[in-house]
């Protein structure tokens, strides 16, 4: 498969994993909103054959999001570079420098004994109360950011699991997964810093990895931050050693 084929089938599969409630598309632009503070469903997004230069949308983009109370904020990709020069010109600084991170489904290390008799994870189709509870708490989100959450995963609209790893009653390890297009994606993975070290980070992407491969996905993809280095370690650990294309944001300097 061509590469940046491969590349847009992540980024397409990506979006779906994480759905904002509120999209629209602007001469060739994604228009992205969700409130709360998580860059990525907050965004202006460049699409597959869609515009490269956003200078002819930044009055309207600048003014839809105003309206929303929100600043306007641009992912550049790696695979669509012409976009950084322009919005630098247009007064748009750089942040939140991100990978994606991929492997052929053949490529992973998932575990064998990962089963809940096995002591591993346990994995449901919807995001229960239990579980949507512990990823609040574990991800230390307030009760807005929390509800904006649960309605993105509600959102879902292609095959999803949710994975979970508890030790007694309490949940220490927790992730979820999609499918799209043939691709798996692993999203949200966060681990009780108080239980870290004990393998539960592993075991739920295992999980998930395995379901990804029982769903027909062809490889499974992930975004991570660059300079996250422990979560990057255990994504390769784990078999993540391909990295397609990066992105980082561009948002509007204040003044």
């Known amino acids: 498969m061509d590469f940046t084929e491969l590349c847009w089938r992540a980024e397409e599969a990506c979006m779906a994993a994480w759905p904002a409630p509120r999209e629209m598309l602007l001469d060739g632009w994604l228009l992205r909103a969700a409130g709360g503070g998580v860059r990525r469903p907050n965004s202006v997004n460049p699409i597959r054959g869609g515009a490269r230069d956003p200078s002819a949308v930044l009055p309207a983009v600048e003014a839809i999001y105003g309206a929303l109370g929100q600043a306007a904020l641009f992912r550049v990709l790696s695979i669509t570079p012409e976009m950084d020069a322009v919005l630098e010109d247009h007064g748009y600084a750089a942040e939140g ?6 492997n052929d489904i053949a490529g992973f290390a998932i575990p064998s004994d990962n089963s809940v008799a096995d002591g591993g994870a346990e994995l449901a189709v919807i995001p229960g109360a239990a579980w949507l509870e512990a990823r609040s708490e574990l991800s230390r989100v307030a009760a807005a950011e929390a509800r904006i959450f649960e309605t ?13 790893r508890r030790e007694g009653e309490k949940i220490a390890a927790l992730a979820y997964g999609v499918v799209c297009n043939g691709l798996g994606v692993i999203e949200s993975v966060v681990t009780d810093e108080t239980r870290r070290r ?44 391909t990295e397609l294309h990066s992105y980082h944001y561009r948002r509007k300097s204040p003044g």
Request: charge should be positive.
């Open 198 to 241: 004990r393998g539960y980070g592993r075991q739920v992407v295992g999980r998930l990895l395995q379901w990804a491969k029982d769903e027909g996905a062809e490889g499974v993809c992930l975004q991570v931050v660059t300079d996250n280095e422990a979560a990057r370690g255990l994504y390769r650990s784990l078999g993540f050693t």
């Open 152 to 164: 993105t995963v509600n959102s879902i609209m292609v095959p999803r699991a949710f994975a979970a």
């Open 97 to 102: 420098a991100t990978l994606t991170l991929y």
